[in-house]
C-alpha cells in the first residue's frame, strides 16, 4: 500500500456532508495513510505560519499519505457542506508506539 508499517486503524463515518472534521495536525511522527470510501468530499491542508491553502477533493478509494513534515508544517481539514447527501467512510492508519 504505502511501503509503510501500521499497527492501527481508526474508522470515521460522515453521514452526510455536514459532519466534518475541524482544523489539526495529528501528533504521530510516522506516516498517516488515510483511505477514502464512499462520497467525494474536499480535503484542505494550510500552512501553520502562512495560511496558504491546498484545496482538493478525496474521491472513492483515493488514498492520502501524510509523513515527513507534514503534521509540522500543515494544518488540516474536511470542512462541512450542504451539498453532499451520502456517506462517506475513511480509514486512517497509524503506527502507535507502546510506552
Not at 30 to 47: E, N, T
Request: aromatic fraction near 10%; hydrophobic fraction near 30%; charge should be positive.
Amino acid at each position: 500500500m504505502t511501503n509503510e508499517s501500521y499497527n492501527s486503524c481508526l474508522l470515521n463515518l460522515y453521514h452526510t456532508g455536514q459532519e466534518s472534521l475541524g482544523w489539526h495536525s495529528d501528533s504521530e511522527k510516522g506516516a498517516i495513510a488515510s483511505l477514502s470510501l464512499g462520497a467525494k468530499r474536499k480535503f484542505v491542508f494550510k500552512h501553520k505560519l502562512t495560511n496558504e491553502k491546498i484545496t482538493f477533493n478525496l474521491e472513492n478509494g483515493d488514498l492520502l499519505v501524510m509523513k515527513g513534515v507534514t503534521q509540522e508544517y500543515w494544518k488540516h481539514s474536511v470542512p462541512p457542506t450542504k451539498k453532499v447527501t451520502t456517506p462517506r467512510i475513511n480509514l486512517t492508519f497509524r503506527t502507535i508506539k507502546q510506552i
